[in-house]
């Protein structure tokens, strides 16, 4: 993947997050920083409970008070943490999108693709007629090698490597910066899994978007990323490019991770 522009399209520095319920607080994500350049795969991995997905949520906005982020998530020269509803809802979905399982529920099951399709254009990028949509909607939907008769299916009707190749398309339709990929293939068998990868790879080459792959999975996010965090207990415990991490773990935990590797090979 081409990082050689370095430009950082997002830079996170001291992200803490605590959740709060029922007065009791618990630091999920502690102090961390990162930076993410254009065109950059950044795998983040780590065991359950680790915190990765609370990162993802900080990036989005979406931490529930009375839980909150502290800290700067600085994307496009402003920072995202605190920032009003108004202004985040230009981003989010938008300029910065996430891509969750392909379980029946991330899509709208009482409606078609097109549809599924056409409420995202109308919400995020003002299209209303059916043309244009029409127009878009094939565009993506070839970018991740799907017949165009799906757009008349409702999700059950498609398998989950459909569906979430559909999540795909819908997550780059609006030709986002950032895309966030939270354990995007946990549903699938392996081999749908890297076809999925590899489609996703494909279009953020295209795309030149940059993306934050969020997973358990180490052969994974050696496929696919071009450097990588690993966390534990909300803190990140290495950071870097993935062959040096891969040759040379340092930290306990990952030196562990990296030994799953070998154990798959032998
Ligand atoms: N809404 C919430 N309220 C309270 N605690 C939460 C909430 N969401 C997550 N946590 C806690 O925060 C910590 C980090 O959770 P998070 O989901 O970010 O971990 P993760 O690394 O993504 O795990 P997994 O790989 O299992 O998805 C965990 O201890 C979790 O129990």
Same mark, same amino acid.
């Given at each position: 993947m081409d990082t050689n522009s370095s430009e950082i399209v997002l830079d996170v520095r001291n992200l803490s997050v605590i959740y709060s319920s029922y007065g009791v607080e618990k630091?999920?994500?502690?102090s961390i920083s990162f930076k993410l350049r254009r065109g950059e795969i950044l795998g983040i991995v780590g065991e359950s409970g680790a915190g990765k997905s609370t990162i993802a949520k900080a990036i989005m906005g979406i931490?529930? *008070?009375p839980s909150y982020a502290t800290g700067e998530v600085i994307f496009n020269g402003k920072n995202?943490?605190?920032?009003?509803e108004y202004k985040l809802n230009k981003i989010r979905w938008n300029k910065i999108t996430m891509i969750f399982q392909a379980s029946m529920n991330s899509l709208n099951p009482v409606e078609s693709v097109k549809s599924n399709f056409m409420s995202v254009l109308k919400d995020k990028l003002n299209i209303n007629e059916k043309g244009e949509a029409e127009v878009k909607i094939d565009e993506v939907l070839r970018y991740v090698s799907l017949?165009?008769?799906?757009?008349?299916?409702? *999700?059950?009707?498609?398998?989950g490597g459909m569906r979430q190749r559909i999540l795909i398309a819908l997550a780059m339709i609006t030709g986002p910066e950032i895309v966030i990929a939270d354990?995007?293939?946990?549903?699938?068998d392996i081999i749908t899994e890297f076809y999925v990868l590899s489609i996703l790879k494909k279009n953020l080459q295209r795309s030149g978007s940059s993306m934050i792959y969020i997973t358990h999975d180490l052969p994974s996010v050696i496929f696919l990323a071009d450097e990588m965090l690993v966390m534990k207990d909300g803190l990140i415990v290495e950071k870097g490019a993935i062959k040096n991490i891969i040759n040379n773990p340092q930290n306990e935990y990952t030196r562990k991770l990296v030994s799953t590797l070998n154990e798959v090979i032998d």
């Open positions: 630091k999920a994500v502690d931490i529930d *008070p995202i943490i605190g920032m009003s017949p165009l008769y799906v757009k008349d299916n409702f *999700p059950h009707e498609l398998s354990e995007p293939t946990t549903a699938l």
